[in-house]
């Protein structure tokens, strides 16, 4: 499993051309899975999002999580992050999980997010989607979970 956080002042997801959602300050989350992941792995990264001490306090300093903040989390499903570009110059998707379980572990997670009682918004899995963000700091993060 592989997410990539990014801080944001808003982000949003627009598909075909129309505004999905929006969120403003609080984290995008870019959710990938592969083949042998688990909702384990999901608990272990939801938990660790949640606690990441990534926003500032009144010193300037990553002391604050997302819940310290009350941010906000939009979370886009994304395929790509599966791929391996070791070999050659085209990305092989060969590890990542098949639609119909990604689709579930993404489901699971956003509900386990949702379970902290955060604002939670979401792309649409699978869909071709336009992401506006505004980083802030900037500051990105990876997790991975195998």
Not at 39 to 47: D, K, M, Q, R, V
Not at 91 to 110: G, R, V
Not at 130 to 143: E, K, M, R, S, Y
């Amino acid at each position: 499993m592989k997410i990539v956080i990014q801080r944001v002042k808003n982000a949003s997801v627009t598909i075909d051309r129309k505004l999905f959602s929006s969120i403003n300050q609080g984290l995008l989350i870019f959710f990938g899975v592969e083949k042998n992941d688990t909702i384990n792995f999901s608990e272990y990264l939801c938990e660790k999002i949640l606690k990441l001490r990534i926003f500032e306090d009144k010193n300037q300093k990553m002391n604050l999580s997302i819940k310290d903040i009350n941010g906000s989390l939009l979370v886009v499903s994304q395929f790509t992050l599966a791929g391996d570009v070791k070999k050659g110059t085209r990305p092989s998707f060969d590890n990542a999980m098949n639609p119909i379980d990604a689709k579930k572990m993404y489901i699971d997670f956003i509900e386990m997010l949702k379970l902290s009682g955060l604002n939670v918004q979401t792309g649409v899995f699978g869909a071709k989607m336009d992401i506006a963000l505004i980083n802030d700091g900037p500051v990105t993060f990876i997790l991975e979970k195998n």
